[in-house]
């Protein structure tokens, strides 16, 4: 803000003056990245429980642990962003319940706490039983714990950009990638080619979906509101972030789709493990010109 005064009236003038940086920067973009794969990890394990729980042996814990160092890596982010970190105990002592901040630390920690019981069932006990049926509610909680970054980047209403059914639709859909992906990384040799299939169909919808989603926007956004326009602006023509927003529209999705396709052809698992991998590099790239882009235009 500044402030002037005038001399004659003495009357103080106040006026607002942009942000001198982005504001929500790359702490925020692992914040999103990190948490996809780790509610993404889950949404598949639970699915490869329907679909075939036979393969799941040898998966259970490998697949919760990087769930678990992934959810912790958000929450990491999601710290280190704060502009108070070692006040973030007043969200658990004293919350909000109107705030999306405070709403999702709760379920994310209540997240990773049943994640860490999964991960002690089957090291101290073996109790596959135990998991799989605590692995049913954890699916149900990691669906908002997903969703919930859609809520904060809607709540900045002055960001035309970022609306509540887009980014939600958005950011289930980036669970999906990235967790078929990591999925097929992890299984590896230990999932047949049926399952493989599976998980790269689910790979190769959800970049579909996403990049269907993002071209809308970047075609029909300008529709909507100037500043949309102006926003597009950005990854459009030589916008400071085109070549950015590019990259990250091919690696994550349209050569994941090209390579999934390929693998269905060819049953060439270089061919599935490298969607696989150019999908979670991507996402990350997709997520960061998505959220930087529209800090840049001045609000005032």
């Known amino acids: 803000m500044v402030h002037e005064s005038i001399a004659a009236t003495h009357a103080v003038v106040t006026l607002d003056v942009a942000l001198p940086e982005i504001f929500w920067g790359w702490y925020v973009t692992m914040n999103m990245w990190a948490k996809s794969i780790g509610t993404g990890l889950v949404f598949m394990l639970f699915l490869l429980l329907r679909k075939n729980s036979s393969e799941m042996d040898g998966l259970r814990t490998k697949t919760m642990i990087?769930?678990?160092v992934m959810m912790n890596v958000f929450l990491l982010f999601t710290l280190a962003d704060l502009h108070q970190p070692f006040r973030m105990w007043h969200i658990f002592f004293y919350p909000h319940w109107t705030s999306a901040i405070t709403v999702g630390a709760w379920m994310a920690t209540l997240f990773v706490g049943l994640?860490?019981?999964?991960?002690?069932?089957?090291?101290?006990?073996?109790?596959?039983?135990?998991f799989d049926k605590i692995l049913?509610?954890?699916?149900?909680?990691?669906?908002?714990?997903?969703?919930?970054?859609?809520?904060?980047?809607?709540?900045?209403?002055?960001?035309?950009?970022?609306?509540?059914?887009?980014?939600?639709?958005?950011?289930?859909?980036?669970?999906?990638?990235?967790?078929?992906?990591?999925?097929?990384?992890?299984?590896?040799?230990?999932?047949?080619?049926?399952?493989k299939q599976f998980f790269g169909s689910?790979?190769?919808l959800s970049a579909l979906m996403a990049f269907i989603i993002y071209?809308?926007?970047?075609?029909?956004?300008?529709?909507?509101?100037?500043?949309?326009?102006?926003?597009?602006?950005?990854?459009?023509?030589?916008?400071?972030?085109?070549?950015?927003f590019w990259i990250g529209q091919w690696v994550a999705y349209l050569l994941p789709m090209l390579l999934v396709a390929l693998y269905r052809v060819s049953k060439s698992s270089a061919a599935l493990n490298l969607?696989?991998?150019?999908?979670?590099?991507?996402?990350?790239?997709?997520?960061?010109?998505?959220?930087?882009?529209p800090q840049l235009l001045p609000l005032s």
Do not use: C, N
Not at 115 to 130: F, G, N, P, R
């Open 115 to 130: 994640e860490s019981l999964m991960i002690a069932v089957m090291i101290l006990k073996k109790d596959t039983a135990k």
């Open 66 to 68: 990087v769930s678990f």
């Open 215 to 244: 071209m809308s926007e970047y075609i029909f956004g300008s529709m909507k509101a100037e500043e949309v326009t102006a926003i597009l602006a950005y990854v459009k023509g030589d916008g400071e972030y085109s070549t950015m």
């Open 136 to 195: 049913f509610w954890v699916t149900l909680l990691a669906i908002p714990v997903t969703l919930y970054t859609a809520g904060i980047m809607a709540e900045a209403t002055a960001r035309e950009l970022w609306q509540m059914p887009t980014e939600a639709v958005q950011m289930i859909l980036a669970a999906t990638l990235s967790g078929s992906a990591a999925i097929i990384l992890l299984g590896g040799s230990k999932l047949s080619d049926e399952t």
């Open 275 to 293: 969607a696989a991998i150019l999908a979670i590099v991507g996402l990350w790239v997709v997520k960061h010109v998505w959220l930087v882009i």
């Open 202 to 204: 689910i790979l190769g």
